[in-house]
């Protein structure tokens, strides 16, 4: 019985080399963490970041985002911090909303394509807001807005539709975590 046991152990030595741990991130995602640590998502790899220096009423920094492409699709996500007061003195489920939707419409008329949702949501407790619209091939834009203190989040995922591409943009939209949870 030894033996047996000796040489199966002998056998599973390469297999258990090269699975992967548990909780492993395939080679073509990244963790992409805020130099501050305010934040980590999961994008697919490589993500590109950039910066702009565009102000907007309110704006007390630059604009940082993070953008890649998986078949064709795209996923962006970047923050700006605003003017310490800029949201905790106004209605944060307003502002998410006037942010996070924009000018969609205009963008998105209703008469060629489906708001499949539009409305507020929450994440750690902070106020955010979730337009998915679909065109009638099934493809579809993702985009995702929440305020944290006195920053704004922004996430937009395209998706074909197929079951790849949606588990995909999925996967970015839910990876989102700030440190911060709102008391």
Known sequence: MKRRLLVFS????????????????????QTVVGSDLRFRLEMPAPAVKTTAAEKEKGHAGE????????????????YVDYEP???????????????????????????????????PITSQGWDGYALDIED??????????????????????????????MSAATRFLESLRFTETKP
């Not at 297999?15 to 991130?25: D, E, I």
């Not at 604009?63 to 970047?78: G, M, N, P, T, Y």
């Not at 579809?140 to 539709?161: N, P």
Request: net charge positive.
């Open 85 to 119: 007061g800029w949201f905790s003195s106004r209605d944060t489920k307003e502002m998410a909303r006037d942010l996070g939707r924009g000018e969609a419409e205009k963008a998105f008329p209703r008469s060629r394509f489906k708001y499949v949702r539009d409305g």
């Open 136 to 165: 009638t091939n099934a493809s579809s834009v993702m985009m995702r807005t929440y305020i944290v203190k006195d920053r704004l989040y922004r996430m937009l995922v395209t998706s074909k539709g197929d079951l790849k591409s």
């Open 63 to 78: 604009r940082v985002a993070w953008q890649s492409k998986r078949d064709d699709e795209l996923f962006d996500f970047d």
């Open 10 to 29: 002998f056998l599973m030595v390469p297999t258990m080399a090269s699975a992967q741990p548990a909780g492993a991130q395939p080679a073509d995602w």
